[in-house]
RNA sequence: GCCCGGAUGGUGGAAUUGGUAUACACGUACGUCUCAGAAGCGUAUGCCUUACAGCUUGCGAGUUCGAGUCUCGCUUCGGGCACCA
């Protein structure tokens, strides 16, 4: 009987789904285990080459945590709202319901296909009702809830109140009414809140909300139509698409995840990560210890800047007006020779003096004007204007400019600095520009050149710091601004609140409607909150998201309008993983008995990409969930690993690096370019030998074009350029007979020869215009599977290879490619040698039936396995063990195929040692081992099996093979008794007759025995 | 610029506590089976050598009887953050 994998697959996967083999009980005796990918989103291209990769690793642990008798929970479900279901929309008009259910439908077969164990009862989709009525429903509860600083935790709106009520806005620490930047505050009493109209304690409590609407900056797309939060937008552009984005001050929706910083900060010293996605997220907050310190500016306002415009009402008295930085250097504050405001400062209009008006007002305009694509490739350009105005410094009495620099980002801090350029390099270059004077405040720089922003060195020219080092006199630098009242010690983050709001169609409605201007959040009772129907996924006329286009119809009691704008993508995946623990749960997103049962996620794998979005936000919901006292969990996963990324066939792979002088020769006769290395030849390429054509790649800058060249006539056929921009090249070559050329001339190229059938060089050559880069040069070979079927070159879709090997195979060989963190290009190179080492288990169970040639029967033998047998056995439970509670895929399969080589040999095929076999193999390679465990008689699932025990008593060996060393350097083996001492080892090795020779007379000085290890003799 | 993580044969990679570097697989070569192909099976394969010998974990030092593994310096690749005060 064959290896039949297409029929044997396709069983299986019939026979899991009609006995729900695979799904989790809620409860029982059995430990619990939660295992969770990351959902994917179910985009149009079908399952991504790197999806799989995850799934085979997390089905693996499934499986293998059902063996090892736990009740293992492993779901998966669609993160099915998004940006590109909506972008086919709009160019086709189909509803983005469609597309996506059509999505679904071909990821849920190419997952089936793949043999996965998931509990697809609990499936789980972001854009049904039934999922997203809790999605609104968690909304609402963190509307309902502001940050109490005195219990450190989230609290219902209701405690607010009831402070606020009786002791006014005085009861309140000064940063939660504020934010984080510290302002007067106009008091009110209890008794005065109680007699406000609705609309201002509406506008007051809005300050405190953790979703809340707000007046901020925010990142503007225009080609998407929508705002984005900052994980969204990569080196300025939009992630999705790579739009431009612009900073634009709107009215929206956000989420006050600053109030979390510093948990989520120090949860992450709890969590089982790796350290450099806890490093991103540590970096993404980026706390700073600083001070705030106040700068008395020379005029004076009836208005104090409050941005609560009905706090700000009440204030009548006129008062001296301050400018408040953030330094994280306050010891240099002696230093201060300007402060530069952000050109969006809010006292940037007050502050500017007549002769200066039309100067800053210019270049208000021309840093608006400017992308924040634009701004931050330009870094390096610096520009700013001065408002006139001066600040007292508060230590010296001295005037201080005040200028304006967009290098100051209205976002961070206070949206103003003091300007220390002796220490600092942002504000030496802009100090340097504009001729501002450079005040030594540490010694050990030369300021000559560059600002001395090391945090060492002795205090000079500073008063009451003088002597002082970097450390201490930040401490006394702090004690003696909060002393004079002038500030005081703070901790800034660079985390931003998230913008929650999206101007799109496809995505949450927020469960918010106007009522006298005054939004107001629906009751759980109306949720859902259903997505009305539109006529286009366009914004309106007059620039209002999609769902205004249905306002006519969708309105709150008939009369009150929704909010239009819908929930960003992250809302549905910042929970999803709770309701799969009670995914069909109608009164409650999750019941607290469930969530108390599962809890957390063991493990949870996915890819890095999420690091400073997702997997940020779903652990600011936990908290938030866990403070309100719905779950037991503070944190989502406890064991996080990334599985790396898959590139493309067509990435380079192992690249050789040979300098430039090591490229010896050309023949251009042969053509053949000699590479040597240290004087020695360690490639020869042969451009003679090709196929049909040779292309290379002409480097112009730091990118390039491509031309291609016929090879009999040497000619160029074809050229493509990637770059527009032709003012960087410096060689253009025309023939490929002209590699000696430029070779000779020293220019900078990048080639890809191709030489032969089995694979071609891919030749890199970074020489600059110096000519003392180095190159790179890599083999690639084709991928094997091509010679059987043209179109296996670039493959990219995992059914393909279900089709052709079977699924097993693929989830072999994904694990064998290589350890699951690390990233990999996709080739199919080496996937015969999995599936050859399939057929080749499956033989151990059948022998040749002595009737036509080539027949086989099942033929298993009933005999005590012999020693040898055991050995083989237990070692490799004993590594897959180790190798799968580490994560080490790869190994536990080459530790199988040493396994099957080792019984091969011997012809094993007793049932006493198989069985157990196929139970270790089964978390990888379920379907045939599912096959062969029926065969065997079984009449229940492998899944049920429980995992061998391994016994240490068959791995002892008799004898230990001792490697004899000289100097470290082993010379020969010698096998010898266990049971000798290390004594009697050194005695025997002294006597044999190796040692007497590589001794050659001499005594050894030293003799190391490391019993059952090494002999070492040092002479 | 700052912060993480890498670099081992022709290729993917192994080496778990400092103890025989290159397991396992691919590729390649030769052989075998076959009318033939596919698929098997067998042998060889780090480099340099006819062979002995010698050399080898990006480069250079150091610690150690012994270093891919530990320490220091450098090169380089990948990732994160980035006028964040």
């Known amino acids: 009987m064959e290896y039949n994998f297409k029929e044997i697959e396709s069983n299986w996967q019939q026979f899991w789904k009609d006995h729900k ?122 509307f309902n809830s502001w940050y109490n600083p005195r219990t450190n935790k989230a609290e219902n709106i209701k405690s607010l109140i009831a402070i606020l009520e009786t002791e006014g806005c005085k009861g309140i620490d000064h940063d939660i009414l504020t934010g984080d930047i510290e302002k007067e505050v106009p008091a009110f009493t209890g008794e005065e809140w109680k007699a406000f109209d609705e609309k201002k304690q509406s506008d007051i409590l809005m300050n405190f909300r953790l979703a809340y609407l707000g007046e901020s900056f925010v990142n503007w797309c225009p080609a998407l139509g929508t705002v984005l939060a900052n994980d969204e937008i990569k080196d300025g552009v939009s992630e999705r698409g790579g739009y431009p984005v612009e900073r634009k001050m709107m009215k929206q929706w956000s989420m006050r995840i600053t109030k979390y910083a510093q948990r989520l900060l120090e949860g992450l010293d709890t969590l089982d990560w790796t350290e450099s996605l806890k490093e991103a997220q540590r970096n993404w907050i980026g706390r700073s210890e600083g001070s705030s310190l106040r700068f008395k500016t020379s005029i004076q306002s009836r208005s104090n800047s409050l941005s609560n415009k009905s706090v700000q009402e009440i204030t009548t008295e006129f008062s001296d007006v301050y400018i408040e930085v953030f330094t994280t250097r306050p010891d240099t504050v002696f230093g201060v020779s300007f402060v530069t405001l952000a050109p969006e400062h809010e006292l940037v209009a007050s502050l500017t003096t007549p002769e200066q008006k039309a100067a800053v007002e210019a270049y208000i305009i021309q840093t608006k004007n400017r992308s924040e694509r634009e701004r931050q490739a330009e870094i390096a350009k610096i520009t700013g204007v001065f408002t006139g105005s001066y600040v007292e410094h508060p230590f010296t009495g001295k005037q201080v400019p005040i200028w304006i620099g967009d290098y100051v980002l209205v976002g961070y801090g206070t949206g103003a600095v003091m300007a220390v350029p002796a220490h600092d390099s942002r504000d030496y270059a802009f100090a340097k520009h504009f001729d501002l004077p450079i005040l030594e405040v540490i010694s050990g720089g030369d300021l000559s050149k560059e600002a001395y922003d090391a945090k060492e060195g002795k205090l000079i020219n500073s008063d009451f710091l003088n002597g002082l080092d970097v450390k201490e006199a930040v401490k006394k630098a702090i004690a003696e601004i909060e002393a004079k009242g002038l500030g005081k010690g703070k901790v800034n983050f660079r985390l931003r609140d998230a913008v929650f709001g999206r101007q799109r169609y496809w995505g949450e409605p927020i469960p918010v409607y106007y009522k006298n201007d005054i939004p107001y959040v629906l009751e759980e009772s109306e949720l859902p909150l259903i997505l009305p129907e539109v006529d286009k996924y366009l914004p309106t006329e007059d620039g209002e998201p999609p769902l205004a286009r249905a306002s006519s119809s969708w309105k709150k009691d008939g009369k009150y309008e929704y909010e239009y704008s819908t929930m960003p993508g992250w809302a549905g995946s910042s929970w999803y993983f709770l309701r799969y623990m009670d995914p069909h749960n109608g009164s409650e997103f999750a019941s607290k008995k469930l969530t108390d049962y599962w809890k957390q996620v063991d493990l949870y794998i996915g890819g890095s990409e999420h690091a400073t979005g997702h997997l940020l936000y779903v652990r600011f919901w936990t908290k938030f969930l866990k403070d309100l006292g719905y779950i037991a969990i503070d944190e989502p996963a406890k064991k996080l690993i990334n599985q790396g990324m898959i590139g493309g066939t067509s990435e380079l792979m192992k690249e050789v690096r040979i300098n430039r002088e090591e490229i010896e020769e050309y023949n251009s006769v042969s053509k053949e370019i000699v590479i040597k290395k240290d004087g020695r030849e360690i490639k020869r390429l042969d451009i003679g030998n090709g196929s049909d054509h040779c292309h290379v790649y ?272 082993v010379k020969f083996t010698l096998e010898l008794p266990a049971t000798l001492t290390a004594p009697e080892v050194e005695a025997i090795v002294r006597q044999n007759e190796n040692t007497v020779k590589f001794l050659d007379g001499k005594e050894p000085k030293k003799v190391i025995v490391v019993h059952k290890k090494i002999v070492n003799m040092v002479v």
């Not at 998966?76 to 059509?102: C, R, V, W």
């Not at 164990?117 to 999605?135: A, L, Q």
């Not at 070559?733 to 070779?743: A, Q």
């Not at 000519?771 to 493959?795: H, L, Y």
Request: hydrophobic share 35%; with cysteine; proline share 5%.
């Open 698 to 969: 002409l480097s112009y800058d730091s990118n390039l074009g491509v031309e291609y060249f016929d090879k009999e006539n040497k000619t160029s056929i074809n050229t493509e350029l990637f770059q527009e921009n032709r003012a960087n090249v410096k060689y253009v070559m025309n023939s490929v007979l002209n590699i000696d050329k430029w070779i000779a001339d020293q220019n900078y190229y990048r080639g890809s020869i191709l030489i032969s059938d089995e694979g071609y060089w891919n030749n890199d050559v970074y020489y600059d215009f110096e000519g003392n880069k180095i190159q790179s040069i890599s083999f690639k070979t084709k991928p094997v599977v091509e010679k059987m079927s043209k179109r296996w070159n670039n493959v990219v879709n995992p059914d393909d290879i279900c089709e052709t090997f079977g699924a097993d195979t693929l989830r072999l060989y994904e694990m064998f490619l290589g350890p699951l963190e690390q990233s990999k290009p996709w080739n199919t190179n080496g996937i015969t040698g999995v599936h050859g080492f399939l057929k080749k288990l499956w033989r151990l169970f059948f022998s040749p039936s002595g009737g036509g040639q080539g027949e086989v029967v099942f033929a298993i033998s009933p005999d005590e396995p012999t020693k040898a047998e055991l050995k083989t056995l237990h070692k490799t439970i004993k590594k897959i063990t180790e190798d799968i509670e580490r994560f080490s895929f790869n190994t536990s399969i080459s530790n199988f195929m040493i396994c099957v080589n080792e019984l091969t040999e011997v012809k094993c095929n007793k049932r006493a040692v198989l069985e157990p076999l196929l139970i270790c193999l089964s978390p990888y390679a379920p379907h045939i081992t599912e096959e062969l465990w029926k065969q065997l008689g079984h009449t229940e699932s492998i899944t049920l099996a429980p995992f061998p025990d391994f016994n240490e008593a068959y791995l002892v060996d008799d004898n230990v093979n001792y490697p004899v060393s000289f100097n470290g350097k």
């Open 21 to 142: 083999t695979f799904a989790a009980k809620d409860g029982g005796d059995k430990p619990k285990y939660y295992v969770l990918d990351m959902f994917p989103y179910p985009s149009g291209a079908g399952l991504h080459v790197g999806h799989p990769l995850g799934y085979i690793a997390s089905d693996i642990v499934t499986r293998y945590k059902r063996h090892k008798g736990f009740n293992v929970l492993h779901p998966m479900g669609y993160d099915s709202f998004g940006l590109p279901a909506e972008q086919y929309a709009i160019q086709t008009g189909q509803h983005p319901k469609i597309t996506t259910e059509n999505n679904i439908a071909v990821y849920r077969r190419q997952l089936d296909k793949i043999g996965f164990s998931f509990d697809w009862d609990r499936e789980v989709r972001t854009s049904n009702p039934e999922y997203y009525k809790w999605t609104q429903w968690i909304f609402i509860q963190i």
